[in-house]
């Protein structure tokens, strides 16, 4: 979700990011191969472009603004969802970037919220099809 808004060297962090959370709780779901293809080709990536670790340290340098900030939880907390639960691992590592991004707890639940109903509607919308 609004990937393409970001910079080239913010889609490579993201993507590094992105399997930081699919690696954190030692298994690789194919729901969450899939959501990382999806990245992919929103970012305009080929699909062969290799996923490394993102250490989070400067992190925020990498995403300077409040906008490019909540893009990558938005899409990383719904990464997370991707097989079926936030595992503490991932959840972890999601706060520990939100702090980084100076997100709050409070902010951080608003935005994990919005990411549960939009999860839930994928699924109903998924019963239609």
């Not at 779901?29 to 290799?50: C, H, I, V």
């Not at 490394?52 to 938005?74: H, K, M, N, Q, W």
């Amino acid at each position: 979700m609004w990937l393409t808004s970001l910079t080239a060297p913010q889609r490579r962090a993201l993507l590094g990011l992105a399997h930081n959370v699919v690696v954190s709780d030692g298994l690789l779901d194919p729901n969450e191969e899939s959501m990382l293809a999806s990245f992919k080709r929103e970012m305009e990536l080929p699909p062969d472009t290799e996923t490394d670790y993102v250490d989070l340290a400067g992190i925020e340098a990498v995403f300077e603004t409040s906008r490019e900030r909540r893009i990558v939880l938005l899409n990383l907390i719904h990464l997370s969802y991707a097989d079926g639960a936030l595992e503490i691992e991932e959840e972890c590592l999601l706060r520990e970037l939100a702090e980084a991004f100076d997100v709050s707890a409070a902010e951080f639940a608003l935005l994990d919220n919005w990411v549960k109903r939009l999860v839930a509607l994928e699924q109903e919308a998924a019963t239609f099809l």
